[in-house]
């Protein structure tokens, strides 16, 4: 609903009332999430706390979720090793224990194609619904095209779901969430 009320020519009131379901998909039970981080020089450090605020907003929503971290530089890495608890007292400790070790240290490279094929194999045995979560600047090396990564994705089982994220920082205080189906990574996301 939307009203207006002109109270001279220069104020008026406005109000916008919309009416949404609580919740338009039911959450995934039990899900299994793989979160490929982009952990190159080029990101920054700034840029890795954003990633990691990301992950923490999307756990949140799933606490009955395991989870576990891919680290893209030079080559991919997996932060754990294992899936752990989405819990947020646990997740919030091994992510701070992460951090604090230099597990999350910036490297060289942005090999993203490994990324995604260790998050895929990490993910075989897996039971649930499974998702991979790819953050990324798009500052990959050469060899990383639009049609390399998408021969990744294309032997990915089709139960799982892809999501590809672009992160900026802008110094605004808010979140802005753009779809951009026409940029070279689109397929990462809408082929999965």
Known sequence: ???????????AFGRLEVDT???????PKAAQLVFVIDASYS?????????LAIIRQYVAHIPDAQVELVLVRRDA???????????????????????????????NGSALDKGLALAATALDKRKGPRRIVVMTDRLVRTAITAPAVAAVIAKLPADIVVHAIVPKL???????????????????????
Do not use: C, Y
Not at 1 to 11: C, E, I, Q, Y
Not at 94 to 106: H, P, S, Y
């Open 43 to 51: 990101v920054t450090a700034p840029m890795i706390d954003a990633q």
């Open 1 to 11: 609903r939307l009203g207006k009320v002109v109270a001279s020519a220069a104020h």
């Open 77 to 107: 890495t997996r932060l754990w090793n294992g899936f752990i608890s989405a819990s947020p007292a646990s997740f919030r400790t091994a992510l701070v224990d992460a951090q604090t070790t230099g597990k999350l240290a910036l490297g």
């Open 170 to 192: 802008d110094d605004v205080d808010r979140v802005e969430l753009t779809r951009d189906d026409a940029d070279d990574f689109a397929p990462i996301a809408t082929k999965h």
């Open 21 to 27: 379901s609580p919740q338009l998909v039911p959450l």
